[in-house]
């Protein structure tokens, strides 16, 4: 009960934090832009709204400027199991990567971040 309740506080603040410290966003020509969306088209995020780690990971997001799906694990009952499924436990932020019609699985922030930065930094820049 004492968890709920500072996470029910906590979890307010964590958003309206990540909302007023927000990267500014990479700016692309309308191709690159295009080509930049059309690669995260096979990036699902699983995620819970107010984790810190999610957010990290959610504002580099936000800065690399591409649409990478949002799966919440924490209140869909669907995307939960998912990632239960194919990772033997409820760990996020994960990322599905789809590729080369192979799935897989990336925990981690730092990781996560690595592996964005690394592919869709330099897109049109």
Do not use: H
Request: net charge positive; proline share 4%; hydrophobic share 40%.
């Amino acid at each position: 009960m004492f968890f709920k309740i500072i996470r029910a506080i906590l979890g307010p603040i964590i958003i309206f934090l990540a909302f007023i410290t927000r990267p500014k966003k990479i700016k692309r020509s309308e191709e690159a832009q295009r080509a930049a969306d059309q690669m995260a088209e096979k990036l699902t995020l699983y995620q819970f709204r107010t984790c810190p780690f999610c957010v990290k990971v959610r504002n580099e997001i936000y800065r690399l400027n591409i649409k990478v799906k949002l799966c919440d694990a924490k209140n869909d009952a669907k995307c939960r199991s998912e990632l239960l499924e194919n990772t033997g436990k409820i760990k996020v932020p994960c990322l599905r990567i789809e590729e080369n019609g192979a799935v897989r699985w990336m925990p981690e922030s730092n990781d996560i971040k690595e592996y964005l930065n690394q592919r869709f930094a330099n897109i049109g820049i």
